[in-house]
């Protein structure tokens, strides 16, 4: 019978990946919200993620349903041990969510709703970092039982890969912006980009070292030959990304910036893939031992390859719709 969980770990990489990538910008945006005072640069932000901010989270909500309904072992361990984070990522994310449409209404208490927009995705951001940081560290496991409590995440490696997450996703932001706005506003979030890339450098320094030196199979899995050879294209090409997207700051160039903060982002998560393979609740529960039965997968799937073309030609569409720059409340001009 044909194995399918190398595909379903594919589309749940794919779901994760495309939710970092596309919420990850309109995150970013949020947070850097905060540090802007004019109410006419504050409405150019949010007019530059609102026509696709709410369809960025289907994919949040693709891999959620996909972890649950294929790999329910893995659902069981790692839910109990995010569970407060995970809250703290749905409240950030709905008091976000309604911030767009309350400070828009007559007689609104605008500062309290700009505060929810901004406030709502640096909680979400951090609680995402914090999640992620669970899976590097590991889970304790007693037999197929998730062994710890829902505190384990409050350590200096999940609270540390949180702070880094706000950097990585302040990147997206300040680039989205480069690309979307123009005048005062695209000078400003040029300047922040150069300063949170320094951010970005140092965590993901510090985490390709912390890492390694905190797990022996992960050293192995980068360091061992022939592994170094064949996983050098990884930190090689994220230094050549790093020096293009500085230098495209420089030059002031308005489309390379975003697209190289989505290549550090493809490498980073490629580097995690490489690190992780083939657990999904590490460090002792693979993908094979967490999924349900052949059965199961292959009707899973049958709806699963109706559903993500749909949600992918209406990603490509929607963005195409509203390409170009934004300008206040002319909306958008190609």
Same mark, same amino acid.
């Given at each position: 019978?044909?194995?399918?969980?190398p595909m379903?770990?594919?589309? =749940?990489?794919?779901a994760?990946?495309?939710?970092?990538?596309?919420?990850?910008?309109?995150?970013?945006?949020?947070?850097?919200?905060?540090?802007?005072?004019?109410?006419?640069?504050?409405?150019?932000?949010?007019?530059?993620?609102?026509p696709?901010?709410?369809?960025?989270e289907?994919?949040?909500?693709l891999?959620?349903?996909?972890?649950?309904?294929?790999?329910?072992?893995?659902?069981?361990i790692?839910?109990?041990?995010?569970?407060f984070?995970i809250?703290?990522? @749905?409240?950030?994310?709905i008091?976000?969510?309604?911030?767009?449409?309350f400070?828009?209404?007559?007689?609104?208490?605008?500062?309290?709703?700009?505060?929810?927009?901004? *406030?709502?995705?640096?909680?979400?951001?951090?609680?995402?970092?914090?999640?992620?940081?669970?899976?590097?560290?590991?889970?304790? +496991?007693?037999?197929?039982?998730?062994?710890?409590?829902?505190?384990?995440?409050?350590?200096?490696?999940?609270l540390?890969?949180?702070?880094?997450?706000?950097?990585? *996703?302040?990147?997206?932001?300040?680039?989205?912006?480069?690309?979307?706005?123009?005048g005062?506003?695209?000078?400003?979030?040029?300047?922040?980009?150069?300063?949170?890339?320094?951010?970005?450098?140092?965590?993901i320094?510090?985490?390709?070292?912390?890492?390694?030196?905190k797990?022996?199979?992960?050293?192995?899995?980068w360091?061992?030959?022939?592994?170094?050879?064949?996983?050098?294209?990884?930190?090689?090409?994220?230094v050549?990304?790093?020096?293009?997207?500085?230098?495209? @700051?420089e030059?002031?160039?308005?489309v390379?910036?975003?697209?190289?903060? +989505?290549?550090?982002?493809? @490498?980073?998560?490629?580097?995690?893939? /490489?690190?992780? &393979?083939?657990? /999904?609740?590490?460090?002792?529960?693979?993908?094979?031992d967490?999924?349900?039965?052949?059965?199961?997968?292959?009707?899973?799937? /049958?709806?699963?390859?109706? @559903? =993500?073309?749909?949600?992918?030609?209406?990603?490509? &569409?929607s963005?195409?719709?509203?390409?170009g720059?934004?300008?206040?409340?002319?909306g958008?001009?190609?």
């Amino acid at each position: 019978m044909l194995d399918l969980v190398p595909m379903w770990a594919a589309i =749940l990489a794919l779901a994760v990946f495309m939710y970092v990538l596309l919420d990850g910008f309109d995150l970013g945006v949020g947070m850097v919200f905060l540090l802007r005072r004019d109410p006419v640069e504050r409405q150019l932000m949010i007019n530059s993620v609102a026509p696709v901010w709410d369809f960025n989270e289907t994919w949040l909500i693709l891999g959620g349903g996909g972890l649950l309904a294929v790999f329910p072992l893995a659902f069981a361990i790692i839910v109990p041990a995010v569970y407060f984070p995970i809250l703290l990522m @749905l409240l950030g994310l709905i008091f976000r969510g309604v911030a767009f449409e309350f400070r828009e209404v007559v007689g609104a208490r605008k500062w309290i709703w700009d505060g929810a927009f901004g *406030y709502g995705s640096l909680i979400a951001t951090f609680s995402q970092g914090v999640v992620l940081g669970m899976f590097m560290q590991g889970f304790p +496991i007693h037999g197929r039982v998730f062994a710890g409590t829902s505190w384990d995440w409050f350590a200096p490696f999940p609270l540390l890969t949180g702070v880094g997450l706000i950097f990585g *996703y302040a990147l997206q932001g300040t680039t989205w912006l480069v690309l979307k706005t123009e005048g005062e506003l695209q000078e400003w979030a040029r300047g922040m980009a150069k300063k949170v890339l320094f951010g970005v450098v140092a965590f993901i320094l510090l985490i390709s070292i912390w890492t390694p030196l905190k797990d022996a199979r992960i050293s192995a899995r980068w360091f061992s030959f022939p592994n170094s050879f064949v996983f050098a294209p990884v930190p090689v090409l994220t230094v050549l990304l790093i020096w293009t997207l500085w230098s495209a @700051l420089e030059k002031r160039r308005e489309v390379v910036p975003f697209m190289c903060s +989505i290549g550090l982002f493809f @490498l980073a998560f490629t580097g995690l893939v /490489i690190s992780l &393979w083939p657990f /999904i609740a590490p460090p002792s529960v693979t993908l094979w031992d967490a999924s349900t039965t052949p059965l199961s997968q292959q009707f899973l799937l /049958i709806g699963t390859m109706f @559903l =993500l073309p749909v949600i992918v030609l209406y990603v490509v &569409w929607s963005y195409w719709v509203f390409r170009g720059k934004v300008r206040g409340d002319m909306g958008y001009h190609m």
